[in-house]
């Protein structure tokens, strides 16, 4: 057990839906990240936050977006949803931003569209 | 944009044998690599990070290698177990704490 929760575990839509994801990072740990995992891909880094404030952006699509609140937890919004974006979702989370970072990953959430 | 290269075949290996995996990267070389162990359906585990100044870093029987000239990084499991059996990542930060990770190397190992 990583000590990294997030809910859902599974979740079934419809494309043009809308879902939020939750993380909750590991006790005292600033940094929270989102990565997506669907088979063709691998792992794609979208998003990292800092103590609340964003600190990097990767492949993220527009229709997404992302928040961590003052409690450190994190969502992650997805919009407009399409069938591609059926995928592994992972929240991971460090002690903080900075070099070198091991990453503690989540369960992560199943998301299938439909 | 940097890019990892990891050996997208399965790796087929007797128990009791050294595992070795591969991991190259396209550009500069990062300041620190790691890797990480991944199980079917669940989130990766970290096992090990090696800075671009050390040549190697040991834990149990595992073992990472950083050559920055190859711009490559191995990765060694001695005395391998069934229980070994995970597909592996190779992750560095591409700078400005964007992460990058490979596809990955599928191992089993056979009793």
């Known amino acids: 057990d990583s000590g990294v929760t997030q809910t859902p575990k599974h979740l079934i839509t419809a494309t043009g839906q809308r879902v939020t994801l939750r993380c909750s990072p590991r006790s005292g740990d600033l940094s929270v990240y989102w990565y997506q995992q669907s088979l063709d891909q691998g792992l794609q880094f979208l998003i990292q936050y800092y103590n609340g404030e964003e600190r990097a952006k990767g492949n993220i699509l527009e229709r997404f977006s992302a928040q961590q609140f003052p409690d450190l937890h994190s969502e992650l919004n997805l919009s407009s949803l399409e069938l591609g974006d059926s995928a592994l979702y992972f929240c991971a989370s460090s002690e903080s931003g900075g070099d070198p970072n091991e990453q503690f990953f989540g369960p992560g959430t199943r998301l299938t569209v439909l | 944009s940097q890019k990892i290269e990891q050996n997208s075949e399965a790796l087929n290996i007797q128990e009791g044998k050294t595992a070795t995996l591969t991991c190259n990267y396209t550009n500069y070389s990062p300041a620190y690599l790691q890797w990480y162990r991944q199980d079917p359906g669940r989130g990766p585990v970290f096992l090990l990070l090696?800075?671009?100044?050390?040549k190697e870093k040991r834990k149990e029987r595992l073992k990472v290698t950083f050559d920055t000239t190859l711009k490559q990084s191995l990765f060694h499991i001695t005395a391998s177990q069934p229980a070994d059996s995970a597909t592996y990542l190779c992750a560095l930060d591409e700078g400005t704490y964007k992460y990058i990770f490979g596809t990955g190397t599928r191992l089993k190992v056979l009793a």
């Open positions: 090696i800075r671009e100044n050390e």
